[in-house]
Nanobody, 120 residues
């Protein structure tokens, strides 16, 4: 069993930056595929970023060039650096582990989410 805990969310202005972090409780995290999703009120989970089998980052078109996903297997953490934030980035952000795809339904482990709110 892997427990994921996200931190780093908050209220920022458009153009600001935030860094989200996801900490895992199990060392097996380092062997799992990882991703970030987000969910706006009344909407389903949307893919944000993930790492492929060989560690190559994949991004949603809407965040390409602004967001950076990275992991530190020694610390069992997954980060999401978000730059040039826009109001449309407002959502609860979730880290997930267990699948090498962009479909949230395929992921086994989920964090509780951290809220990011971007004001215009």
């Amino acid at each position: 069993q892997v427990t994921l805990v996200e931190t780093g969310g908050g209220l920022v202005q458009a153009g600001d930056s935030l860094r989200l972090s996801c900490a895992a409780t199990s060392e097996t995290f380092s062997s799992l595929s990882v991703a970030w999703f987000r969910q706006a009120p009344g909407k389903s989970h949307k893919f944000v970023a993930r790492l492929t089998v060989d560690g190559t980052p994949v991004y949603a078109d809407s965040v390409q060039g602004r967001f950076t996903i990275s992991r530190d297997n020694a610390k069992n953490t997954l980060d999401l650096q978000m730059n040039d934030l826009k109001p449309e980035d407002t959502a609860a952000y979730y880290c997930a582990a267990g699948a090498y795809v962009s479909d949230p339904a395929a992921y086994v482990y989920w964090g509780q989410g951290t809220q990011v709110t971007v004001s215009s």
